[in-house]
């Protein structure tokens, strides 16, 4: 259909909220996945199946059969939902456990286990459809008993769940109430209108388990998911097969076999083998198979970044011009072409990564500009510049982007002596008074993709916020977040971005020069491979190329 | 000669040692940063939660008392409960100590007969070339450190040839033949690595026996050549091989942790590694002693052997 028929349909479809977002679209604003996104958020649900948006890859049709091979990390500890935090688990999890939406990096939020939902006037009660019929492994049905309970789960503090900095602040023990057997209702501690997404896979620990859940996961694996456990062997691998009962689209592939790996060029020289058709990807990885045929690199945008924290407490920084000064330094260009090869988007020193939509994109862009750092030194009373200790974590690319400010910063007279710890001795106790990455006066963390930018803009910038490493303590700040949480309409979120996002530029408590993608090598063979940004991997629609 | 005076100080200096060493690391362990309740709970978990399980845990209790639970536990063969795995911790070190085993099985198949094997060839030609290129041979592939050849053996031979699967864990169900075929790319960096040493010494007891005095009379005796090396020659020539050779074992046991995390064998090195990555203390502590008390037990091993066969040290019947 035409692009104007469409606008016109769309525009039935409901409110105003929603017109606001077509006008958008209509006028090229919105791109068309974040219009998708923003349906879904809305409750629009079946708005995207509508659209005729079927699967990426799934052109022609596509054959059931045979077994997908997946290289994974070692998994850290035990495989527990209510626990997990690293990628390796996540995959695995993602092969028996759903969650009420799934955040799909291409389509927005898809109803699974939730078929709508919406929220009161306040946006500080949600109310979620069950989708009816859906069954466990072992057979039982799905109620509103077993979703409240896992949230309460996830919320209590003793449980050992992983997920506590996650809804802190927005839900608490009590909160997820049962309304009917499949109407479930969260109270939430305060108003948000991003509330879909803490309750999608975003939040990863959030899979919806029996009530009577037992913490021993690694026994049955009962999920509702369309594969469901054949054996597994703890540090060695796991196998999945196909779920029969599953409530959806029953998935292609007969089985799954998923393998550990100590060591990331083990894998990769398997998967050259020609003995795993998938393996998640790290820069070097993709080095060794860049140019090979019989590989792809697939990418997700992510809002993952390594954000520079500056402590505003403590000199040098606790004036803004110098905290502004050091981040007029970076070439964002560059550190994004060199650094990692193109596979980002820059950032602008605000949380609001250009993927999500309630961020105004009409914020001027920070550029490298070395005279004016210097002014601003000048100004500042340090025209010769300073020297300042840089505490990171040797993980990932970070230590090079150390490197990388550290010569930046030398243009402008700022001499950074760096400081890199192993990841976990960095990240210390986590609280403060204990933790290099909570106490140092200059550091990089590294924080994985989320769907919203809530959790970076809480946890990390409020005066309050648990991981607030830049001690930034600003009320006017804080007054704005309350703002944009209370917004129930694009439009109004992003004039609440707006602000938040020249405030942060103005202050600059922290640097954020880039956003990840995400990446997974698979093999030519295999199509329809699916994944998130933080690390669910989807292979219910996978099927092998007919050679 | 062997008494049971000497036996009995070795086992009592064994256990001296072993009771050391669990002391040593259980120190260690309090002394690295980051406690249990953290190390369960994750970096980002509620410092209340963390506080109330490591009550629950008993870790807020002194080291000393922490010390004797785990301790007398131990000797009970109850190691605890893995932090990580959240499940006993002697089934894991069992299993990875039986995989360490099938490992070090067939390294020591086909380590034992090339390097004993060219070193005796060594010994006999002592100083033509044959015995040059061995010597050679063995040095240079001594000095190749086993990440890089069991890196270049996977490409060539796992990767281009095809000839053996590029990881060292067979699947589900494998059969005896299957498993040890598995395990034959991984073992052939530590064959390399040590075939040259275990040569070098062989073929010096060997040149050794042949000059011995021993040697010279059995010759004058009238004995031919190949009874002289196979009654008089090997036997001593062999002592410090075997001895040698007990001391490697041990050290395949539990020392191969490159080796193991290249190939992915879920062996006794690797679950040290990844147990101390976690901070897993339980397992720590069980894998390392076991280690320990492997590497004690196989040196014990080879001084014994040594004795038996040194013919000073056994009393011998006059043929």
Redesign the interface.
Known sequence: MTKRNEIDSLRNMSGDIWNVAVDEYAKGYLKRRDLLKYAALIGLTGFAASQGLGFSGAARAATAGGTVRVGLG?P???I?PV?V?DPASIGVLSQVGEYLILDDPKDGLQPKLALSWEADETAKRWTFKLRPGVKFHDGRTVTAKDVVASFERLVD??????A??AYKGILSKGGAKIVDDETVAFDLDQSNSNFPFYVSSDVYNAVILPADYA?DFEKTFNGTGPFKLE?F????GA?FVRNADYWGDKALPDRVEI?????E??QV??L??G?LDVIPSTTRLELAIEGNPNFKLLSVQASSHDAVHLRTDQAPFTDKRVRRALALTLDREAIVKGLLKGRAIAGNDTPFAPIFPSADPSVPQRKQDIAEAKRLLAEAGVPNGFEVTLTTERAYDIPDYAVIIQNFAKKAGIDIKLNVLPQ??Y?????FGSSPWLDSNLGITDFGHRGTPDIFLNATLKSTG?WNAAHFKNPDYDALLVDYGKARDLQAQRVAAGKIQTLLLDETPEIISYFSQYSRITSTKVEGVRFTAISHLLLDRVSFVQA | MLTGRTLSARAASLLLTLWLVSALIFLAGQVLPGDVGRVMLGPFADAKAVAALNKQLGADQPMLVQYWRWFSHALGGDFGTSLSMRAPVAPFVLQSLGRSAALAGIILLFLVPLGVGAGIVAGLNQGRWIDRLIVLAGVSFGIVPDFVSGLLLLLVLGLWLNWFPITGAAPDGAGFWTSGYYLILPALPLVLNLAGYLARMTRAGVIEALAADYTRTATLKGLDRWQVISKHVLPNALTPTIAVLATQSGYMLGGLVVIETLFGIQGLGNLVLSAAKARDFPMLEAGVLVMATIFVLSAAAGDLVQALLDPRQRRRASP
């Open positions: 070692q850290t500890k035990a527990d626990t935090t503090p003793n449980s050992g769940s992983s506590l900095s913490g054996s062997r703890p540090k060695q196998t393998k550990f790996f100590d060591d060029q083990a020289v398997a050259q083998a003995q976990d001795a990240y210390g106790s986590a609280t648990a």
